[in-house]
């Protein structure tokens, strides 16, 4: 599982000592957070969590904007380095750690090819839909108008996946876990909310198998509740 080459560990003199200890805010329930909190637990690197109260819109206080000026989570922070976007989270602890990262120039290219997909067809689809289902269309829409709009997309990502996955192949980009899990499997992984049937993607559902066995894994809000001690919301509606 890990990434052997100067892609997943090449190190830079600025970099903070990486005994030097972590900071993450974010929100339980949100995607974002669940990828880069599962990349440090299944890298077993120590991290203090700071939940964000999006519903409340702490992230658009100015304290956490102070922090991070988009107003968004989770933001990482290591001494003096704060990451404000999760792609670059996970980029620096594969690079930090040697781990899930790409050793070679195509296979960082081919992690980035994953990166896009996902924003093009989860976070505008799939995640769409389960924030309408989890806490309501923004006040003046119509939510199931709304999901009616992202749903083709949600479908055709899924369709592109599980024909990839259904090609013989055990894991996204290369033959192992790499960072393609971890930007693709937490947005997969609430197919529930999305009013989806994994059934219906029997490679896919495999394949979420097969990350969750990783050593390490853990369902990623459920294990973030635990650490908090906040009780699922109830139905709401993020700022």
């Known amino acids: 599982m890990s990434a052997a080459g100067s892609e997943a ?4 003199p600025s970099w903070p000592a990486f005994t030097t200890p972590i900071e993450l805010w974010g929100q339980e329930q949100s995607i974002n957070t669940h990828k880069t909190a ?74 980035e090819n994953w990166a896009n997909f ?24 119509d939510g199931a108008m709304l999901k009616d709009f992202f ?35 937490p947005f997969v992984a609430v197919w529930r909310d999305a009013e989806l049937d994994i059934a219906d993607y029997p490679a896919t559902a495999a394949w979420l198998d097969r990350f969750a066995a990783v050593p390490g894994y853990a369902e990623p809000e459920g294990w973030l509740r635990t650490i908090t001690g906040t009780p699922a919301p109830d139905a709401g509606r993020f700022g």
């Open 118 to 141: 996902a924003t093009d067809y989860f976070s505008v689809g799939l995640a769409r839909l389960r924030f309408i289902n989890r806490f309501g269309a923004p006040p003046g829409l």
């Open 151 to 185: 749903r083709p997309n949600m479908l055709r990502g899924m369709g592109a996946l599980e024909r990839h996955l259904g090609a013989d192949r055990d894991w996204i980009a290369f033959g192992r876990p790499s960072l393609a899990e971890f930007i693709v499997h």
């Open 9 to 12: 560990t090449a190190l830079d």
């Open 38 to 111: 599962l990349m440090l637990r299944m890298c077993e690197v120590p991290f203090n969590f700071h939940a964000v109260n999006i519903q409340k819109g702490d992230h658009k206080a100015p304290e956490y904007e102070a922090r991070n000026p988009f107003g968004r989570v989770p933001t990482f922070r290591q001494g003096d380095l704060v990451l404000c976007q999760t792609i670059n989270q996970l980029d620096y602890l594969a690079r930090r750690t040697g781990r899930f990262g790409a050793a070679t120039i195509m296979e960082r290219y081919e992690i």
